[in-house]
DNA sequence: TCGATGAGTGTTCACGTTAACACTGCCAGT
DNA sequence: ACTGGCAGTGTTAACGTGAACACTCATCGA
């Protein structure tokens, strides 16, 4: 154990130098592309680079550069499909523009969970920061913390100092409610999400745009948080309601909700009731019904997140100060039809 | 915009040293806990790091320790609700354990991916790395390219000179084929994963010693490939079987495919087949009707995994060759009941 | 022919931290 | 009183890299 010691030391430029028969600082200016070097000099030091297997010390490049090459991506709550897809999209796309990604979940929205998630990630001296939070104060609190640290919220919401990168979470509501609409039923019902979320705000008013340009009363508000448990206390009571005969949920998972509740309760789906979601997440085409649901391109809004955060890293003037919308679309299918006129429900 | 240029410089350790009247050394002790200074100077320098709201460079630290404080994350498809809730869980543990985490994701799991996942970490000098990912090679891959540095696998199958951390799939399977069996149904009918995931593998062995101990031929496997779409193509052969009374899926997804298929086909579940699926998705639940699942406690998983890695990081000698199984658990809801004897289907 | 230029390269320093060692007192033991 | 040790502190040297600058030759124009 003690004998020996002689764990093959990593390789660091100094030896690449001496291998190569030229300084470090030749090393390091093959390395980052520096064009005074002779192509015979070159060959040789990458050849001795490829012998010694050598890797630059991204610690120490990262001391004297003053950039670490790393970004941090702040998100709520990666298990749900919107944030980790979100985030797949945003990892991919920074590693092929030469970034790492450093994550930071938080536990809970709150100021205290962002500061501390913030303060990790300063430490961390990351190089920029992009926060997938449904919630702008998240973003805010970043950016009040660490000025001079360039900062993208995706997913959150217009408004503020803050560059957004967000799926047009209005359009998508007024499509669906449009939708539903167009197949000739008098109002639609909504199932929203939790008041302070941003999206489930817009979704609110989305719907209630879409209602209004076709002359129709909204009809009272069903407040879900986003589970399938809550869409299904919301669906139970418009199970109860022979009125209802279509509903926009503010996502597939609490469209699943109602489904389940509407199915309990014998209301045949889009038979009695027509049920739209939103996300599309992979499982709705394959529910029974498969749901009718408005499509986010999180891979894009990723992408595009990333794009903006890089482009504001290296300083271009370009930073929008209008919030970049990504279209949403609606996916037709079996979960929403014309209302059946012959039909009729028996009241409660 | 260029006269000024006083941007706050961040303080570094010697201006809070000279702040407070001692060398940087003597901060330096005090941030890391070194006993030896006057309680005295101890508060004096700690004001000073208020005062300048101080943060140590973790750059320069790592540099010289040696030590990043970063762990790097490889993971497959951090959409799929099992790696992602592993993810959570870990960059949970992680942080409270003082680490970084660091993500990589696979495109794809061939050597190529791996390779390259593996770069962008060793680059990063992380202090070690846990695999999430179905087969063992990512790991291995891993422990090649990279000796000396501490790796855990999870969720990875056991076997090789890799520590691995994973849920009992074996027991999983074998509770689920046995739940069926116990509630009177002659043999069980599997929709197995890609025979190439290890997970999918231990799944049919479960499946086939349960069978085995029940003294019941296996019928003939069906393959799928995880998705709700092969699950449903699955699904479409079993409705023309009248012989099927009993299914179990190797994940959620498929189950979901196959609800799919038989109710499209006019199948009833459970009264005419009992579908049992496997990972406790938050959808499951839900659906219609509710799945009887095998739950996997994700959580347990990546904080055992986490643990295991810390203490291989900190040369703790209790590396334990025999892999971490944490148990699976049943979860039985509506979607599994006795066969009805006095129900006949119809044959195709 | 000579100075200017610039390609190609080496030397030195800086980045911000911890480790190793040196130094100063003070106190206990002889 | 002298020595040894130890608590408390400062000084110096790393860690591995890139930037700034210096240096050496060719080459070119006058």
Redesign the pocket.
């Known amino acids: 154990m003690s004998i020996g010691e002689s764990t093959v030391r ?1 390789a ?3 030896d690449v ?1 001496r291998l190569a ?9 093959v ?2 592309g ?5 192509p ?3 060959d040789r030091v990458l050849e001795a680079i490829r012998q010694l297997n ?4 991204a610690l ?2 990262g ?4 950039r670490s090459r790393t970004i941090g991506a702040i998100s709520f709550d990666t298990r749900l499909f919107g944030p980790a897809s979100t985030l797949l999209a945003i990892e991919r796309a920074a590693r092929a523009a030469g970034y790492s990604v450093t994550i930071s979940s938080l536990a809970d929205l709150d100021a205290g969970s962002v500061r501390l998630a913030v303060g990790a990630m300063a430490d961390q001296s990351v190089d920029g920061a992009i926060v997938i939070a449904p919630r702008e104060s998240a973003a805010r609190a970043l950016l009040d913390l660490h000025p001079g640290l360039p900062v993208v919220a995706v997913e959150a919401g217009y408004g503020g100092e803050i560059p957004v990168v967000s799926v047009d979470q209005f359009g998508g509501a007024r499509l669906a409610t449009g939708h539903l609409l167009s197949l000739g039923h008098r109002t639609v019902w909504h199932v929203a999400g939790p008041d302070d979320w941003l999206e489930a705000r817009e979704r609110v008013e989305g719907w209630r745009a879409a209602l209004a340009e076709a002359s129709v009363a909204a009809p009272p508000l069903l407040r879900g948080d986003w589970s399938p448990e809550s869409g299904y206390a919301a669906g139970l009571k418009l199970a109860g309601d022979t009125d209802v005969t279509a509903v926009f949920a503010a996502n597939d998972q609490m469209a699943l909700g109602v489904l389940h509740a509407l199915h309990e309760r014998g209301v045949g789906v889009p038979g009695d009731v027509s049920v739209v979601g939103f996300d599309n997440i992979p499982e709705s085409a394959f529910l029974i019904p498969s749901l009718t649901t408005v499509h986010q391109d999180f891979d894009e809004v990723g992408r595009r997140g990333l794009r903006l955060l890089v482009d504001i890293m290296d300083g271009e003037p370009t930073a929008p100060r209008c919030p970049d919308r990504v279209p949403a679309t609606l996916v037709s299918r079996r979960s929403s039809a014309p209302p059946d006129p012959t039909r009729r429900r028996r009241g409660r």
Do not use: D, E, F
């Open positions: 990593r660091v430029m100094h130098a028969g030229v300084s470090h600082q030749t090393v390091s200016r390395l980052n520096h064009p005074n070097v002779r015979a000099t070159r050598y890797r630059p010390n120490a490049r001391l004297v550069t003053r």
